[in-house]
């Protein structure tokens, strides 16, 4: 007999969740992987045998001996497909910001007489504060122009020198279609820089196909690398020769340990590399790609369309008050799901006390991510009924949940 659609769709949801690949509280509904990927389950020992066999017992050999010196690269590698980058594109190291700073500075390096970098207002902070800084540091005209979400494609013109856009919104998880506003860019001659910090281990991104120029991305939200873990960025190899590093480092260097006191680039994308390796957070982060060894990331991403499809439903079915922020398309929304309420800082402390985990962002967004490794249609309903039961018995109207967080 043949299997329904349903069945099908039930069968490909079982064959991608993977929760007892995780450490986490079996009774915990977590919807917040987009701020911090849970612990993956093999992470543990591996970091105990780096830290007590390799530093322990290796010591400064451990470099050579254990391969910590080749870990950015090991990580980069495992990356690129994840990302749709051609090989030796990606390099390893750093936070999304310094990564940023470093091809924003090598893309306004290659653009000319242009001398405006164009973004989203809404665009992550750190993305806009990064620009405004490099424009202010080299100076020279440089100026930063950021417009409302809806008028930054219009506003690509032959004036502008780098479009710096988040493919996927990290408030209401807008979805870019990165292909389209790299061809509207290249035809007016500017150059696209992509952050990938809601994408990556989320939804399938091609930067090849796209044609992309830069990219940027975290390792801690849907790659579950850990607290802090390392950023990356990608150059289209038809960049490589003309890019030159704004941070020249000595890990970035033709040949690290002649330290020659002149600066000779390395080949290709290792050229962008700066400091020492952060050995432990590298370790994290190449342990827990490892679960997307088998993972059909096209698969994940219609997984977690329909995980939020249906968690749309079940919350205006039974919260009324709320108001979805987040595209009711899931063609054109990432792996995460808004809303909006006034008081949406202390209902989310109040899901929170209910086990249900999600985030706030200000100035009033309940923000859900969708995580089809962990998160099941039982969860999505479990969790509306938590949402309601806040809102219902006005659980969030306690002074407990209104004192604000350091991290909200």
Request: proline share 5%; glycine share 8%.
């Given at each position: 007999?043949?299997?329904?659609?349903?069945?099908?769709?039930?069968?490909?949801?079982?064959?991608?969740?993977?929760?007892?690949?995780?450490?986490?509280?079996?009774?915990?509904?977590?919807?917040?992987?987009?701020?911090?990927?849970?612990?993956?389950?093999?992470?543990?020992?591996?970091?105990?045998?780096?830290?007590?066999?390799?530093?322990?017992?290796?010591?400064?050999?451990?470099?050579?001996?254990?391969?910590?010196?080749?870990?950015?690269?090991?990580?980069?590698?495992?990356?690129?497909?994840?990302?749709?980058?051609?090989?030796?594109?990606?390099?390893?190291?750093?936070?999304?910001?310094?990564?940023?700073?470093?091809?924003?500075?090598?893309?306004?390096?290659?653009?000319?007489?242009?001398?405006?970098?164009?973004?989203?207002?809404?665009?992550?902070?750190?993305?806009?504060?990064?620009?405004?800084?490099?424009?202010?540091?080299?100076?020279?005209?440089?100026?930063?122009?950021?417009?409302?979400?809806?008028?930054?494609?219009?506003?690509?013109?032959?004036?502008?020198?780098?479009?710096?856009?988040?493919?996927?919104?990290?408030?209401?998880?807008?979805?870019?279609?990165?292909?389209?506003?790299?061809?509207?860019?290249?035809?007016?001659?500017?150059?696209?820089?992509?952050?990938?910090?809601?994408?990556?281990?989320?939804?399938?991104?091609?930067?090849?196909?796209?044609?992309?120029?830069?990219?940027?991305?975290?390792?801690?939200?849907?790659?579950?690398?850990?607290?802090?873990?390392?950023?990356?960025?990608?150059?289209?190899?038809?960049?490589?020769?003309?890019?030159?590093?704004?941070?020249?480092?000595?890990?970035?260097?033709?040949?690290?340990?002649?330290?020659?006191?002149?600066?000779?680039?390395?080949?290709?994308?290792?050229?962008?590399?700066?400091?020492?390796?952060?050995?432990?957070?590298?370790?994290?982060?190449?342990?827990?790609?490892?679960?997307?060894?088998?993972?059909?990331?096209?698969?994940?991403?219609?997984?977690?369309?329909?995980?939020?499809?249906?968690?749309?439903?079940?919350?205006?079915?039974?919260?009324?008050?709320?108001?979805?922020?987040?595209?009711?398309?899931?063609?054109?929304?990432?792996?995460?799901?808004?809303?909006?309420?006034?008081?949406?800082?202390?209902?989310?402390?109040?899901?929170?006390?209910?086990?249900?985990?999600?985030?706030?962002?200000?100035?009033?967004?309940?923000?859900?991510?969708?995580?089809?490794?962990?998160?099941?249609?039982?969860?999505?309903?479990?969790?509306?009924?938590?949402?309601?039961?806040?809102?219902n018995e006005k659980l969030w109207d306690d002074e407990r949940f209104r004192v604000r967080g350091a991290v909200t």
């Amino acid at each position: 007999m043949s299997q329904t659609t349903a069945e099908m769709q039930k069968a490909a949801g079982s064959s991608l969740y993977r929760k007892s690949r995780f450490d986490m509280p079996e009774q915990l509904i977590y919807l917040d992987g987009n701020s911090l990927g849970p612990l993956p389950s093999n992470v543990p020992a591996k970091l105990a045998n780096v830290v007590q066999r390799e530093w322990g017992g290796s010591l400064v050999r451990g470099w050579s001996n254990d391969g910590w010196f080749d870990l950015p690269h090991d990580v980069a590698r495992k990356l690129e497909p994840l990302i749709g980058a051609e090989p030796q594109s990606v390099a390893v190291g750093d936070s999304t910001s310094i990564a940023l700073f470093k091809v924003l500075g090598a893309a306004l390096k290659l653009i000319g007489t242009r001398r405006c970098i164009l973004s989203d207002s809404d665009n992550f902070p750190t993305d806009l504060y990064v620009a405004e800084g490099i424009a202010k540091l080299i100076e020279d005209g440089f100026h930063v122009k950021s417009l409302p979400t809806d008028e930054v494609e219009t506003a690509i013109g032959d004036d502008i020198a780098v479009v710096m856009l988040t493919e996927v919104d990290y408030r209401t998880g807008l979805r870019r279609n990165m292909k389209q506003v790299t061809e509207m860019a290249h035809a007016a001659g500017a150059l696209v820089i992509w952050d990938l910090a809601h994408s990556t281990g989320a939804v399938p991104v091609n930067l090849a196909d796209c044609n992309a120029d830069f990219a940027v991305g975290c390792g801690y939200k849907f790659l579950n690398g850990g607290p802090g873990a390392p950023a990356y960025l990608y150059i289209s190899p038809r960049h490589n020769d003309a890019v030159t590093p704004v941070i020249s480092g000595w890990m970035g260097h033709s040949d690290p340990f002649a330290f020659d006191s002149a600066f000779t680039p390395a080949r290709g994308v290792q050229k962008m590399q700066t400091g020492t390796p952060s050995v432990l957070a590298l370790t994290a982060l190449s342990t827990a790609l490892e679960l997307f060894d088998d993972v059909d990331m096209t698969a994940l991403y219609e997984r977690a369309q329909q995980l939020g499809d249906m968690f749309i439903a079940e919350v205006e079915k039974r919260c009324p008050d709320l108001v979805l922020a987040s595209p009711r398309d899931a063609t054109v929304r990432g792996s995460m799901v808004s809303f909006r309420h006034p008081e949406g800082y202390a209902i989310m402390q109040a899901l929170i006390d209910q086990n249900v985990i999600g985030d706030f962002r200000a100035p009033d967004i309940l923000r859900f991510g969708i995580t089809p490794l962990y998160l099941t249609e039982a969860d999505s309903v479990k969790a509306a009924e938590a949402l309601e039961k806040v809102l219902n018995e006005k659980l969030w109207d306690d002074e407990r949940f209104r004192v604000r967080g350091a991290v909200t």
